[in-house]
């Protein structure tokens, strides 16, 4: 770092000419986190928001009172949303279990086996929905670090060229200690939006995971009584 003239600006830009090349990877590094936050922030809200609107007009057509026969037929082939992959895979798993039944003529849990089947699909979507989830809270976790170590390693290489150049003019120090403060900044930066992405869109999660949860309860519980008519 440059402590000998006085700089007129204090740009970022400038700032990250002037930083040596371990703290211009560091700042690379952090906006290049910083961006793919945001890919990923932008591209979870697009998912959410089509997911809710295929759920509820999943379940507008299940509570409609129409034919569960012909629900299936609607969605069998091609499942749009979590709710619509839950009924279509227990109502298979309902048809293979009666089927079963009635050929070997053997006592079945059938009951056991849609609540397994509609639990593992669960899982699976819910596994699908966390995906790169990850990534938002580690970022928000450790950029805040990464950017406090950049601010000290440049305050000590500052502090250093100050001891070389026995210069204490606070015109002379302010931009080093500004380079320095400068990764904290960018840390914060990629931080912020990160963690509260990664609440929001947790909390997203669980709402989805809930009205699942729910769904499987209200269609077991139809099924069953399916089954006992069967």
Do not use: H
Request: overall charge neutral; aromatic content about 10%.
């Amino acid at each position: 770092m440059q402590v000998e003239g006085v700089r007129a600006s204090l740009s970022m830009y400038e700032m990250f000419l002037d930083s040596d090349i371990f703290m211009k990877a560091l700042i690379l590094g952090l906006l290049f986190a910083s961006v793919w936050c945001w890919a990923i922030i932008f591209d979870k809200l697009r998912l959410f928001k089509k997911i809710r609107s295929g759920m509820k007009a999943f379940e507008e057509q299940f509570w409609s009172g129409g034919s569960l026969e012909a629900l299936y037929n609607t969605y069998a082939k091609a499942p749009s949303d979590p709710l619509s992959l839950i009924f279509v895979g227990a109502v298979k798993e309902w048809r293979r279990s009666m089927a079963e039944k009635k050929k070997n003529g053997a006592t079945i849990k059938i009951q056991e086996r849609i609540d397994k089947m509609m639990q593992i699909i669960i899982d699976k979507q819910v596994d699908k929905l966390e995906t790169r989830m990850i990534f938002l809270a580690s970022t928000g976790s450790v950029a805040p670090l990464l950017g406090l170590f950049g601010t000290v390693w440049g305050i000590m290489d500052s502090f250093n060229a100050i001891g070389m150049t026995q210069s204490t003019n606070i015109a002379a120090v302010a931009p080093g200690v500004a380079e320095a403060l400068f990764t904290t900044a960018v840390g914060l930066i990629a931080a912020i939006p990160a963690l509260i992405a990664y609440n929001k869109l947790t909390n997203d999660i669980d709402r989805i995971a809930q009205r699942m949860e729910t769904f499987s309860n209200e269609l077991s519980s139809i099924l069953s009584r399916q089954t006992g008519e069967g």
